[in-house]
């Protein structure tokens, strides 16, 4: 679960299932995916290298933080880097 929260807004939590014995890349697909849903009108979600995700701001709209709020997968390691 992951939180993405503005600096001037409220936290937006959002829950990502994966099914038991997923690759990275499609861990990375799956991510993309459910953020895109949950906060793509706000921000540009991609993936880089396959199994990179990358969550920017869109022109004129806030900075923001992402927070993993828990990580179930094992063998699915989540770095947070910021640009």
Known sequence: MLA???SHGEPVTV???VA???RENRVAK?????LR????ADYKIERDDGED???KRRLGR???NVTVVSNAIRGVRLNLDQE
Do not use: C, H, K, N
């Open 30 to 34: 799956r991510v993309v995916d459910v």
């Open 20 to 22: 038991s014995g997923t």
């Open 62 to 64: 806030d900075r923001f």
């Open 37 to 40: 849903e949950a906060i793509g």
């Open 4 to 6: 993405i929260t503005p």
């Open 53 to 55: 995700v990358l969550v």
């Open 15 to 17: 829950p990502i299932e």
